[in-house]
């Protein structure tokens, strides 16, 4: 079992940044990928950012080049670091965590709200 805590979310004007952080707890060890999603409202959950523990990250077309995903493997630890925000990056964020054996967990999510 895993158990994902997220932090960092909260109310920022266009144009801020913000940085997101989710710590894990449990069988650490057996985790492959750690990723970002977000669910708008009235929208579906999609992937924000994903990386594996050499740092390799993938990112979805609409957070390219504002928004960076970094793992700390000795705190077991990914931080999303969110620049040039957006209205439309309003959503509540979950953290997410793949096994070794095919396991998923989610965090409880954090919202993060962009409006002047």
């Known amino acids: 079992q895993v158990q994902l805590v997220e932090s960092g979310g909260g109310l920022v004007q266009p144009g801020g940044s913000l940085r997101l952080s989710c710590a894990a707890s449990?069988?650490?060890?057996?985790?492959?990928?750690m990723a970002w999603y977000r669910q708008g409202p009235g929208k579906q959950r999609e992937l924000v950012a994903i990386?594996?523990?050499?740092?390799?990250?993938i990112y979805g077309d609409s957070v390219k080049g504002r928004f960076t995903i970094s793992i700390d493997n000795d705190k077991n630890t990914v931080y999303l670091q969110m620049n040039s925000l957006r209205p439309e990056d309003t959503a509540v964020y979950y953290c997410?965590?793949?096994?070794?054996?095919?396991?998923?967990?989610w965090g409880q999510g954090t919202q993060v709200t962009v409006s002047s």
């Open positions: 449990g069988s650490r060890s057996s985790i492959t990928d």
């Open positions: 990386i594996n523990r050499v740092s390799t990250a």
């Open positions: 997410n965590a793949a096994t070794a054996l095919g396991g998923t967990y």
